[in-house]
């Protein structure tokens, strides 16, 4: 007579070979890092009703934040919200600069229409009233180097009143007409008179200036993203006294009418109240991840390291700590969309800056850095030490080699926007396009296979320990397992904060979804609607 475990053992093979046993099934997505405000914050205003409004380009809109909660509310939301700054008017309406979109939007209060009173001003960046004649001043920075006057109807095109002068940022009109300013490029906080253009400099100590703002009493306060300081200083005679020590990629200042300070970090996600008196700050809000888009697991499974746009962050994930490898301004990188690892180096690339970057893993200092790619969405090292970089607007697959990675060959091209790639477990790359396909590149004679076909937006991707790839499809919100034996597909969760719409004039996959998975089986991601970061396990 069979024994018991027998009889098991047969009806459990009878099972597997019937297909009668159920795929892996997962639970509801927890959350890592919890969801935040922004997608990186910039511009601060606070209104004639005492609101503190703050702008962000990426998030593409305008939150109202409680200064006592943190919660945040949206104003005006994407696209019409991207908003670089903004400006509240002496008859109480708001402007805001949308950077990317090269346009500049007005309306005269919440409930009246939006009007786009500037457009083709690409890098279009700081904006200010005059509070006592109503003119409208506004600058053009890295896409753009320029200051104009703008028509508030918008019925007369834009004046220029100078140009090439050094990256003309934060800026305010003070109350005898002239614009105080920093120029990001010369490390100067200026004067500039809009009749006619000239400029006086009052002080040239700084690193990387964002932003001037002048108080009640006609001092003028600046801060510097490199260093992170925020300083006030004497108008009359140019000197200037560190009042705190922030952290690095502060960019923008507003001061209310009692002088309470109000600043920006584009890298924590956050505003800060700062006290004039003593310089002590109070976190009003702060986020995670500012816009998380790649990530990948540490070889022993224990970190988990997310390019969030403005940095580079890892998660402990025993603890949910968050430390920074990199941040932006502090650091020398260049806009994070994506990250993958090699046993040396984080390997960062940015489409915004066309940039493929290598960073030591052992100190976190910059090796290489490759510069004029079209934009690169993902790269990967192999283990020879060559860099594969994802190139979206090219439509290839280019190697990055020599000093600095600045030769490049196009290895494989024809693609229909590839969006991420992954060094599989054979060793082939793995594509992801957004015409739908995942295909599997041959690195010994680059040729190429289409492993599934008919998938809806696909972005980040990862393979579990048994073969299968796990791909974000992000027009459709939902995560699914594909087995590259036949292609089948699987959705495994659905109804995901994932697929943030990009704007008018952007690439499609925009902010790109990360997907990683453990040797558990437990599947991470990133989630570019709510900026947080989530894992599901396996039953």
Known sequence: MPSLFNVKAVALAALLLSGAVHAQTYGKPQVVVPPSNFKGVHGLAVDNQGRLLAGSVVGMSITQVDQQSGKGSILVDAPQGQADDIAIGPKGEMAWTSFLQGVVRIRDNDG???????????????????????????????????????????????????????????????????????????????????????????NSEFKVPAAANYDSKGNIWAIDTKTG????????????????????????????????????????????????????????????????????????????????????????????????????????????????????????????TGTVQLLSRKDNSSKAMAHGL??????????????????????????LSGADLHDKKQVVTGLQGPTQMILGQDGAVYITEMAGRLLRVDTSNWSMRTVAEGLAGPEGLAQTPGGKFIVAEAAKRQLTEVDPANGSKRVIASD????????????????????????????????????????????
Not at 298 to 309: F, I, P, Q, R
């Open 229 to 352: 300081e925020l300083f006030k200083i004497n108008p009359a005679d140019g000197k200037r006294s560190k009042v705190a020590q922030l952290a690095t990629g502060i960019d923008n200042l507003a001061l209310d009418k009692q002088d309470n300070i109000f600043v920006s970090n584009m890298v924590d996600n956050g505003v800060q109240q700062i006290n004039p008196s003593n310089g002590s700050a109070r976190q009003i809000t702060k986020g995670g991840m500012a816009a998380p888009g790649g990530l990948k697991l540490s070889e022993d499974g224990k970190t988990l390291h997310v390019a969030h746009l403005f940095g580079l962050r890892s998660v402990d994930l025993a603890s949910g700590q968050l430390t920074d490898v990199a941040r932006m301004h502090g650091d020398a990188i260049e806009y994070p969309f994506a990250v993958t690892l090699s046993k040396d180096h984080y390997v960062l690339s940015s489409w915004f």
């Open 112 to 202: 009246a229409p939006i009007r786009v009173i500037a457009k083709d001003l690409p890098g279009i960046n700081s904006i200010s009233f005059d509070q006592k004649t109503g003119k409208l001043y506004a600058s053009q920075v890295f896409l753009g180097d320029a200051l104009w006057e703008l028509d508030v109807t918008g019925a007369a095109a834009p004046r220029l009143i100078k140009k090439d002068l050094g990256g003309f940022n934060g800026f305010e009109v003070g109350p005898d007409g002239w614009i105080v300013a920093p120029l990001w490029f010369k490390g100067q906080i200026v004067k500039l008179n809009p009749a006619d253009g000239e400029i006086k400099v009052i």
């Open 374 to 399: 079209a934009a690169p969405m993902d790269a990967v090292q192999l283990p020879n030490g060559t860099v594969l970089a994802l190139e979206l607007a090219a439509g290839a697959l280019t190697q």
């Open 496 to 539: 995901l904060p994932i697929g943030f719409e990009a704007g008018p004039g952007l690439p499609p996959p925009y902010l790109t979804t990360g997907v990683a998975v453990a040797a558990d089986g437990t599947v991470y991601f990133s989630a570019d609607r709510d900026n947080g970061i989530y894992k599901i396990k396996p039953n």
